[in-house]
């Protein structure tokens, strides 16, 4: 498993030596000019509170929503439930087309914030979810039976061993938005992204872009660093005698008309409004003249993305599972320097990732260059953190002492992995498999790079799309989007509604 480790560690880290060593060719005193100018400092503002506005506000609306869901008495809680990890369903950048459409006005941080936040909340309410119905109540009844308070009890007993879904959820939220493009190129925000891919389009894999990406890299560290400090190091599965007990609902009482007010309105602007304008538009392309060449491809370009998005979430949670069990079985420091260094890559705009594997393969292994694995490769460098953070949390409740017992009574360590290990971590399994498959099947830059010539997907036909105004046209692939990912959504609720 270490060596697995290393060289996934490796590969993750392959495309940002090529990007560092494009930006070392201007020396220092070229790249001390570039980094030191004003419009560097602005970019690294305009980033700064993008994560400092939204991160916290997913971390909120997630984890609350998770609360109220599992752990109240919250009517119809598995349809609220399903509607609020829906959002997943719908690309960022298609509800920030929706917005646009809407209210051409809503631009600049304000926009970015909003979108960005509506569209990403899932990503910590669904493991805080999982793990809240794989807890056991044992403790916190014993510390209510020791005189605390309900809320007390919470605090110091439930809350903590939330701490890896919470951080996990936020560290892949701040990592979307280190990379995001698409939503801040259509609400006109400019960050280091939309800086990196505007300085590529102009100089195609010049210094000042590397100079750029390096500097994003150097905020993913801080992101990183501050995700094992909130993470911690306590151990949340359970090993004892005894069954698993699920915790009484609490009663909302008064709250219970503010609360179901609060889920309504936020399921009507992360949901009801991308879907509603996607079908307005949709509605109103049907009868236009173009509709049916749209349809003529539309076969083609889902069964391609289809195809990618399979083949990229099996590749990615299978070259995850090293590093996420050695992590958790060995804590060291390498452990922790190998899981953190695969999150790196995955904190730039695709387009840096792909015209670095562009590079490699030009000049290393040309018969690679625009292939499929090429671009599987990048998918799984890109949204590795997915399957890495999936992964994790489950393997973090799933006590290590069962693998112990497992190779005390005889088998090896392939054989415990197969017939202990992954039977315990399949629900994270399939879990990290839907969250890089729908990564996958909205990607741009990097498909637009790497993709064997007349390779398109509804991605890119969307964006290709939007990009000329017309939301009738792109209406359509915007749909499709949305049906396909409706069943991986619904999966990643059987894997909450199963959790135990």
Not at 12 to 30: E, F, K, M, N, R
Not at 144 to 161: D, E, I, K
Not at 202 to 230: K, T, Y
């Amino acid at each position: 498993m270490s060596l697995a480790a290393t060289l996934v560690a490796a590969l993750t880290v392959l495309p940002l030596t090529v990007v560092a060593v494009q930006a070392a060719s201007t020396g220092w005193a070229g790249a001390t000019d570039f980094l030191l100018r004003p419009r560097i400092g602005e970019l690294l503002g305009h980033t700064g509170a993008l994560l400092l506005l939204t991160v916290p506000l997913t971390v909120v609306l997630g984890t609350a929503a998770a609360w109220v869901v599992e752990r109240t008495a919250l009517p119809g809680a598995g349809v609220w439930r399903l509607l609020l990890l829906a959002p997943l369903a719908v690309p960022a950048f298609v509800s920030s087309y929706a917005w646009i459409s809407l209210r051409p006005s809503m631009t600049g941080l304000l926009g970015a914030v909003l979108v960005t936040t509506l569209a990403y909340f899932p990503f910590v309410f669904l493991p805080v979810c999982a793990m809240l119905r794989g807890l056991d109540a044992g403790d916190e009844e014993a510390a209510r039976s020791l005189g605390s308070s309900p809320t007390a009890a919470v605090l110091r007993t439930v809350l903590p061993r939330l701490r890896p879904a919470i951080s996990g959820g936020a560290l892949l939220v701040a990592l979307h938005l280190l990379a995001e493009y698409g939503v801040l190129e259509m609400m006109r925000y400019q960050t280091f992204t939309t800086a990196i891919v505007q300085q590529y389009a102009v100089g195609f894999s010049d210094a000042p872009g590397s100079l750029l990406a390096l500097v994003l890299v150097g905020l993913c560290l801080l992101v990183l660093i501050g995700e094992v400090a909130l993470r911690g190091h306590a151990r949340v599965s359970r090993l004892g005698p005894g069954a698993h007990r699920r915790p009484e609902p609490v009663p909302l009482g008064p709250w219970r008309v503010p609360t179901l007010v609060g889920l309504g309105l936020l399921v009507l602007l992360s949901l009801a409004v991308p879907v509603g304008m996607v079908v307005r538009w949709l509605v109103a392309g049907t009868a236009s003249d173009g509709a049916a060449v749209v349809i003529g491809d539309l076969l083609r370009v889902t069964g391609t993305t289809v195809g990618l998005a399979i083949g990229g979430g099996l590749a990615a949670v299978v070259i995850a599972l090293p590093g996420a069990w050695l992590l958790n079985r060995r804590r060291t420091v390498v452990a922790t320097l190998l899981e953190r260094s695969t999150f790196l890559a995955s904190s730039v705009p695709g387009v840096v990732v792909g015209l670095a594997l562009v590079t490699l393969s030009v000049n290393l292994l040309r018969p690679a260059y625009q292939t499929v694995g090429l671009l599987v490769l990048a998918y799984v460098i890109l949204f590795l953190p997915r399957a890495m953070v999936s992964l994790r949390a489950g393997l973090a409740a799933s006590p290590p002492e069962l693998g112990e017992a497992s190779r005390s009574l005889g088998l090896g360590g392939p054989a415990t992995l197969v017939r202990v290990v992954l039977p315990l971590t399949m629900p994270s399994f399939l879990t990290g498999f839907v969250l890089v498959a729908l990564a996958v099947s909205t990607e741009l830059t990097a498909t637009l790079l790497l993709a064997p010539t007349g390779t398109d997907t509804l991605a890119l036909a969307f964006w290709g799309a939007t990009g000329q105004l017309e939301y009738a046209a792109a209406a359509p692939y915007a749909a499709v989007m949305i049906a396909l990912s409706a069943p991986l959504t619904l999966l990643l609720r059987r894997q909450i509604v199963g959790r135990r």
